[in-house]
Structure formats: C-alpha cells, structure tokens
Antibody, heavy 116, light 107 residues
Framework: QVQLVESGGGLVKPGGSLRLSCSAS????????MSWIRQTPGKGLEWVSY????????YYADSVKGRFTISRDNAKNSLYLQINSLRVEDTAVYYC?????????WGQGALVTVSS | EIVLTQSPGTLSLSPGERATLSCRAS???????LAWYQQKPGQAPRLLIY???SRANGIPDRFSGSGSGTDFTLTISRLEPEDFAVYFC?????????FGPGTKVDI
C-alpha cells in the first residue's frame, strides 16, 4: 500500500535551515506530482509547494517563495523540502502528500518548531 | 486567492443525528474543484469527497457532498461515534489551493 514517511523535523532557531525528506513506497514516485502541505493551530492547513514528476512544474506559496526549495529523486523514491531563513511562523507540522489537487495519500507529518 | 469560509465553527450533535456542514468560496471554484477531509486528533486529514460530490474509496455512503460555484455542503446522514472530528473543505481550482478553517463536529 502507499506509504509516505517524513523525516528531518526538529527544533531550529530563527534564521536557521532544515531539510525535510519524504520516503515513498507502494507506488512509482515518478508517475506522480508530489506536494508539501503544512498545518498550524493558528493558520490551519496551507499548501506550501508542489513538484511535477519530472521537476519541470514547481509551485510555491507566496509565504515561502525564495526560502523553500522542493526537489525529488525518483530513483531514490524520495521527496525533499529545503527550508532556509526559518521564521517563527514556519512552525508547523509538514505533511508530504501525493498529488497536487485533492489528496488521497498523506504522510504522518514532521513537526518543525522554530524558536530561540 | 480563493478564500474558503466554513460554517458553523462547531456543530454539537448526537450519534444518529444528521450533520450539515457548509463551505463558501469567495470566487467560483469552477467545475466543482472542491474536496472535503476529516481529521482526528494526532492524525493526518483523510479524504472524504472530491469533485464536490464524489466519494473517495472506502468512504461510507452516509457521507455525501453537494454544491457548485461558490456554495458547497457536506452532509453526514446519520452520525456514528467515529464521525466526531474536524472537517475541512479545500479547493483546487487554481493556485494557491486553499483550505477552509474547519468545522468541528462534537458531541
């Protein structure tokens, strides 16, 4: 069955960096767009970024443009999110999801906490 | 950006009752590019409905979606104990895809 497992979350100081990884199994990663969605108690759910199967179509929310970079390695069945210049408001649970419209498959989420 | 508003914020009901949840969009979401999700504490959201009215695989038929344009409804015909959760709507008509703030269905 489809499994998405995030890793790389943690506690980071403002201005710091972090790289989230998502290991995919149960399907052929190269057949699908992939996305990152984050959730905070205050702002709710936010679609952060998506990437096409061949990496030619990439989207970023305005709130993260210029600071976040999405990438993928289809041979390693992996999706990544490089997060730079972290802000307190980036504190959230980050979900790796399959697709870029409605979402059937979600990871369990990785908590990123930005605090001094 | 299309803003989604959900009402009510909280719906207090009993098992066996009918739940009607509303999602209103600030602009039309085209050919019903609207999805509904259920989320329980500590879990990722679970897709219930896509295309405004199509049930996702494995979703019981007590869940139904309707609406078009800017007004959408999720109906749970008879609440089961496991249905008490938070429900979100989400549009995918154009970027940025956005989510509503959620409706909590509690006892």
């Amino acid at each position: 069955q489809v499994q998405l497992v995030e890793s790389g979350g943690g506690l980071v100081k403002p201005g710091g960096s972090l790289r989230l990884s998502c290991s995919a199994s149960g399907f052929t990663l190269s057949d699908f767009y992939m996305s990152w969605i984050r959730q905070t108690p205050g702002k709710g759910l936010e679609w952060v970024s998506y990437i096409s199967s061949g990496s030619g179509d990439i989207y970023y929310a305005d709130s993260v443009k210029g600071r976040f970079t999405i990438s993928r390695d289809n041979a390693k069945n992996s999706l990544y999110l490089q997060i730079n210049s972290l802000r307190v408001e980036d504190t959230a649970v980050y979900y790796c999801v399959r697709g870029h419209s409605y979402v059937y498959h979600w990871g369990q989420g990785a908590l990123v906490t930005v605090s001094s | 950006e299309i803003v989604l508003t959900q009402s009510p914020g909280t719906l207090s009901l009993s098992p066996g009752e009918r739940a009607t949840l509303s999602c209103r969009a600030s602009q039309t979401v085209g050919s019903s590019y609207l999805a509904w999700y259920q989320q329980k504490p500590g879990q990722a959201p679970r897709l219930l409905i896509y295309g405004a009215s199509s049930r996702a695989n494995g979703i019981p038929d007590r869940f139904s979606g309707s609406g078009s344009g800017t007004d959408f409804t999720l109906t749970i015909s008879r609440l089961e104990p496991e249905d008490f959760a938070v429900y979100f709507c989400q549009h995918y008509a154009s970027t940025p895809f956005t989510f509503g703030p959620g409706t909590k269905v509690d006892i």
